[in-house]
């Protein structure tokens, strides 16, 4: 459960700095977004998603990561 809320955690702390830092260039992206078919957008998550996967079972596994 630590690990699910620190993963948590790190994502306010990423999407913070976007919105800190680059804020007209989130709200472009938002707006992008709009016009974006539905099936691209779910594409992109699916996408992220098993990145995402791959990355925690990289740290995990090979670089030794608890």
Known sequence: MSDFVT????VFVIEGLLYAFVPGHLKA????MQTT???SLRMGGLIATAVGVA???LARAVLGGS
């Open 7 to 10: 993963a948590l955690g790190l």
């Open 29 to 32: 992206v938002m707006a992008l």
């Open 37 to 39: 078919p539905e099936d």
């Open 55 to 57: 990355l925690v079972w």
